[in-house]
């Protein structure tokens, strides 16, 4: 975990700004670091890092159009050196991935400490503000953490719960599950409709807004998530329909608008917990993936049969992103299971 001191630096650096620009990955993890941190400032404006998994110095033009006068990254696995150096302003970095090394960036990882292996970009950031704890716990959970405010959470919103206390149980058999997908769905489709879901959020008090359509916001929310749900459910229903004996489930659907890879690994894998799995969505002429295991490692393996294609990936211990392109899937998968000793 981040030392109080270093919990403290980035209040100090989220407190004296004018008008901050937050960058942040398009999962929950990413979405409510940055709905903390907005929520917190009440000002500036987000951006989620959805076509690459970096950032680079294509999307340095938005800091002077939004005449911003400091930069958060948050959650995002690559802040590419070209997108610190191409920027005016102090860029600060808070991340779980890696870390890697880079020059003129306020950069806050607890990786950096050998004994922490998954503090979510969530925790880090409730950790700072204090706030909104119904936000800081769908964002724990949808990374696989379970808080040390779990109790506290328990007192308050109970209900939430439906009785469950396993990371698994309450991501996939809670009303906390229910929030996870619904923030997730958020972050799907054509950009205006996200950033206007993100609007909306920002502006949401409590999470019965959104539960129990309390609100004009809330209900705004929940119909997002009950049209989104309903592609999503016909997908995880085709992929079970493909599970078969083999102990690499590998599943992949073509669609141009709307990713649910990591959704449908996370939910394949809880059901299937035995099993490597591999989600590809097939986009123009690439295959992108979102891989998960239980128990096995996954980047070294990944490296490995990535080498000699046209391709790339990484990310945490037990849950990757990778990306080939379509004509090399096949030998990609083939690779994985030898690497695998499947």
């Given at each position: 975990?981040l030392?109080?001191?270093?919990?403290?630096?980035i209040?100090?650096?989220?407190?004296?700004?004018?008008?901050?620009?937050f960058?942040f990955?398009d999962?929950p993890?990413g979405?409510c670091?940055f709905?903390?941190l907005?929520?917190?400032?009440?000002?500036?404006?987000g951006?989620?890092?959805?076509?690459?998994?970096?950032?680079?110095?294509?999307s340095?033009?938005k800091?002077?159009?939004?005449d911003?006068?400091k930069?958060?990254v948050?959650?995002v696995?690559?802040?590419?050196q070209d997108?610190i150096?191409?920027s005016?302003?102090?860029v600060?970095?808070?991340?779980h991935?890696?870390?890697?090394?880079?020059?003129?960036?306020r950069?806050?990882?607890?990786r950096?400490?050998?004994?922490d292996?998954?503090?979510?970009?969530?925790?880090?950031?409730?950790?700072?503000?204090?706030?909104d704890?119904?936000?800081a716990?769908t964002?724990?959970?949808a990374?696989?953490?379970?808080?040390d405010?779990?109790?506290?959470?328990?007192e308050?919103?109970?209900?939430l719960?439906n009785?469950?206390?396993?990371?698994?149980d309450?991501?996939?058999?809670?009303?906390?599950?229910?929030?996870?997908?619904?923030?997730?769905?958020c972050?799907?489709?054509?950009?205006?409709?996200?950033?206007?879901?993100?609007?909306?959020?920002?502006?949401?008090?409590?999470?019965?807004?959104?539960?129990?359509?309390?609100?004009?916001q809330g209900?705004?929310i929940y119909k997002r998530y009950?049209?989104?749900?309903?592609?999503?459910?016909?997908?995880?229903?085709d992929?079970?329909?493909?599970?078969?004996?083999?102990?690499m489930?590998v599943?992949?659907?073509?669609?141009d608008?709307?990713?649910f890879?990591?959704?449908?690994?996370?939910?394949?894998?809880?059901?299937?917990p035995?099993?490597?799995?591999?989600?590809?969505?097939?986009?123009?002429?690439d295959?992108?993936?979102?891989?998960?295991?239980?128990g096995?490692?996954i980047?070294?393996?990944l490296?490995?049969s990535?080498?000699?294609l046209e391709?790339?990936?990484?990310?945490?211990?037990?849950?990757c992103?990778?990306n080939v392109?379509?004509?090399?899937?096949?030998e990609?998968?083939?690779?994985?299971?030898?690497?695998?000793?499947?």
């Amino acid at each position: 975990m981040l030392t109080t001191k270093q919990l403290q630096q980035i209040k100090d650096e989220l407190d004296n700004c004018q008008n901050p620009l937050f960058f942040f990955d398009d999962d929950p993890d990413g979405l409510c670091a940055f709905l903390l941190l907005y929520r917190y400032k009440k000002e500036g404006h987000g951006f989620v890092v959805k076509t690459h998994p970096k950032l680079d110095a294509r999307s340095a033009p938005k800091i002077e159009s939004y005449d911003a006068d400091k930069v958060f990254v948050l959650d995002v696995a690559n802040l590419e050196q070209d997108f610190i150096d191409a920027s005016k302003v102090p860029v600060v970095w808070i991340d779980h991935h890696g870390p890697y090394e880079r020059n003129n960036v306020r950069y806050f990882n607890p990786r950096l400490n050998k004994k922490d292996v998954n503090i979510p970009t969530t925790y880090m950031c409730y950790s700072v503000v204090k706030q909104d704890l119904w936000i800081a716990m769908t964002g724990c959970i949808a990374d696989y953490y379970m808080p040390d405010f779990f109790d506290e959470f328990k007192e308050k919103y109970s209900d939430l719960l439906n009785g469950k206390k396993s990371i698994g149980d309450l991501y996939f058999n809670s009303k906390v599950g229910t929030l996870i997908k619904t923030l997730s769905f958020c972050l799907k489709g054509k950009t205006s409709e996200v950033m206007k879901c993100m609007k909306v959020l920002t502006r949401i008090k409590s999470p019965y807004e959104i539960l129990n359509q309390e609100t004009a916001q809330g209900k705004f929310i929940y119909k997002r998530y009950e049209k989104i749900n309903k592609l999503y459910e016909n997908l995880l229903d085709d992929a079970i329909k493909n599970v078969g004996k083999e102990k690499m489930l590998v599943y992949t659907y073509a669609d141009d608008k709307m990713s649910f890879t990591g959704d449908l690994a996370n939910e394949l894998l809880n059901k299937f917990p035995d099993k490597i799995i591999i989600v590809g969505r097939k986009k123009d002429e690439d295959v992108r993936m979102s891989i998960r295991s239980r128990g096995i490692v996954i980047p070294q393996i990944l490296e490995k049969s990535l080498s000699g294609l046209e391709g790339y990936g990484g990310g945490h211990e037990y849950a990757c992103g990778a990306n080939v392109k379509q004509e090399d899937f096949n030998e990609f998968i083939k690779k994985m299971k030898a690497n695998l000793g499947f």
